[in-house]
């Protein structure tokens, strides 16, 4: 198939209108990271370019190609996993969207991008009422199990004037990891605006282009992420449409995101401090010129090439490696380092959907924690570093016995159970 029929390329920014584009980063062609495959011995895998521009206008950072959401998202292989990093985030998330504009007591919540409804639980528990929207069929059925009502449906202007009609407005609408994933947002927020009540709040959760581009965050480029934000696009977004951000905090999890919440134009919330504060920062980072991303894709390449080294040079020395967390990001990481199963002896990852598939476009076959427990490498390369000190907690064992982790970004970092204890 000529997969070129099934993406889009980007012209005008989905933000502004732009056409003026900055070349940041190009990985050549790289299968969507979460198509996971079946074992088999010879497999045409789907490849669509994955590269990274930027808007010289309104510093959106966006993918060259759009891979049709069908073909992505229907059957999803993420699940929330289950962690304690997400469960307290989650519940974080829960209490500051109550507290922070007085969400009346059993008011109405609705969230994009639901999954099996694990953050919707936390409202549910709290008294709140809830609805998911989420276009993956196998994790609705799931949230459906756990009593979270979820519609099997991509959330656009059509969707949002269904559950307004059929549920009435929402005073909060949660997107968290998901604005970052839709191309039409002019609809989706068209659709928010439509779906809020006078006094509602959105409140969106993407990682922060400024904590991506300082920590040489690219491996979380892949073909799900067509945009990454600064606090200062997204104003410029929402005064296009309607609405205004209120308030953004910074928060540790996925490599650094924002919690950014806006209210419609009309309603009776004004701006906080935090607005202005971190599109100061961004501006002080250099984010508003090229130079910027320039910089950003010189040392892209010099960590590219440091990891790509350092792993076949302990192959090379006789060691065994494997992946641990068979992440999206790690499916960018090993595709784009050049890494595959000639390196990477296995991938352990919680997810039952990916174990015992191979991993897209590398084919290192993931399997459970348990089965790589029985046989652990030297070496495990940190594909799911967004975890990394749950993880190295709950490996204790394996880094006492002389185990070691490499985590790939800012820079390669070996871990062992010395440098930990020190
Ligand atoms: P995420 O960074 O997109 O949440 O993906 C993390 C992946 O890593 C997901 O497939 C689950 C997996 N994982 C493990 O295998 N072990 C762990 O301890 C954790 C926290 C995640
Ligand atoms: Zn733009």
């Known amino acids: 198939m000529n997969t070129l029929?099934?993406?889009?390329?980007?012209?005008?920014?989905?933000?502004?209108?732009?056409?003026?584009?900055?070349?940041?980063?190009?990985?050549?062609?790289v299968p969507p990271a979460n198509a996971f495959l079946e074992p088999a011995p010879a497999y045409e895998e789907d490849r669509y370019p994955l590269a990274v521009?930027?808007?010289?206008?309104?510093?959106?950072?966006?993918?060259?190609?759009?891979?049709?959401?069908?073909?992505?998202?229907?059957?999803?292989?993420?699940a929330t996993p289950a962690s304690d990093t997400i469960n307290d985030h989650m519940r974080y998330v829960a209490d500051v969207c109550r507290t922070r504009f007085d969400l009346p007591a059993g008011g109405f919540v609705v969230e994009l991008g639901s999954n099996t409804g694990v953050q919707l639980r936390a409202f549910q528990e709290a008294g709140l009422r809830v609805l998911g929207v989420d276009p993956?069929?196998?994790?609705?059925?799931?949230?459906?199990?756990?009593?979270?009502?979820?519609?099997?449906?991509?959330?656009?202007?059509?969707?949002?004037?269904?559950?307004?009609?059929?549920?009435?407005?929402?005073?909060?609408?949660?997107?968290?990891?998901?604005?970052?994933?839709?191309?039409?947002?002019?609809?989706v927020l068209t659709g928010v605006r439509e779906l809020l009540a006078p006094?509602?709040?959105?409140?969106?959760?993407?990682?922060?282009?400024?904590?991506?581009?300082?920590?040489?965050?690219?491996?979380?480029?892949?073909?799900?992420?067509?945009?990454?934000?600064?606090?200062?696009?997204?104003?410029?977004?929402?005064?296009?449409?309607?609405?205004?951000?209120?308030?953004?905090?910074?928060?540790?999890?996925?490599?650094?995101?924002?919690?950014?919440?806006?209210?419609?134009?009309?309603?009776?919330?004004?701006?906080?401090?935090?607005?202005?504060?971190?599109?100061?920062?961004?501006?002080?980072?250099?984010?508003?010129?090229?130079?910027?991303?320039?910089?950003?894709?010189e040392r892209v390449e010099t960590t590219r090439r440091e990891l790509r080294d350092l792993i076949r040079g302990q192959v090379a020395e006789g060691r065994r490696v494997a992946g641990y967390g068979a992440s999206a990001k790690g499916v960018t990481l090993l595709n784009v380092c050049g890494l595959d199963g000639g390196e990477l002896e296995f991938c352990s990852d919680t997810t039952p959907l990916k174990q015992g598939k191979v991993m897209p476009g590398v084919?290192?076959?993931?399997?459970?924690?348990?089965?790589?427990?029985?046989?652990?490498?030297?070496?495990?390369?940190?594909?799911?570093?967004?975890?990394?000190?749950?993880?190295?907690?709950?490996?204790?064992g394996y880094l006492g016995r002389g185990g070691r982790f490499v985590i790939p970004v800012p820079r390669p970092l070996i871990v062992s159970g010395e440098t930990r204890a020190a």
């Open 136 to 187: 993956a069929r196998n994790l609705v059925e799931v949230a459906e199990r756990h009593g979270v009502r979820t519609l099997p449906e991509f959330f656009d202007a059509d969707t949002a004037r269904a559950v307004a009609r059929d549920h009435g407005r929402a005073d909060l609408v949660l997107g968290r990891h998901v604005f970052a994933h839709i191309d039409d947002v002019a609809g």
């Open 199 to 297: 006094g509602g709040v959105f409140a969106i959760e993407v990682p922060w282009a400024l904590d991506m581009v300082d920590d040489l965050e690219f491996d979380t480029i892949y073909h799900e992420h067509l945009s990454y934000f600064l606090v200062r696009t997204l104003v410029t977004l929402y005064e296009r449409h309607g609405l205004r951000v209120l308030d953004v905090e910074r928060l540790p999890v996925h490599g650094g995101s924002i919690l950014v919440f806006a209210g419609l134009e009309s309603g009776p919330w004004r701006p906080r401090p935090s607005v202005r504060e971190l599109c100061d920062r961004e501006e002080a980072a250099g984010l508003f010129g090229d130079d910027a991303y320039r910089r950003f894709a």
């Open 5 to 29: 029929d099934s993406a889009r390329q980007v012209t005008a920014c989905r933000v502004c209108g732009g056409v003026d584009w900055q070349d940041v980063v190009s990985f050549g062609s």
């Open 363 to 396: 084919h290192v076959p993931v399997c459970s924690p348990k089965r790589a427990a029985q046989d652990p490498p030297d070496l495990y390369l940190l594909l799911a570093w967004n975890y990394a000190e749950e993880i190295l907690a709950k490996e204790a």
């Open 53 to 78: 521009i930027s808007c010289r206008s309104c510093r959106l950072m966006s993918l060259t190609h759009v891979v049709d959401p069908e073909i992505l998202y229907r059957t999803y292989a993420y």
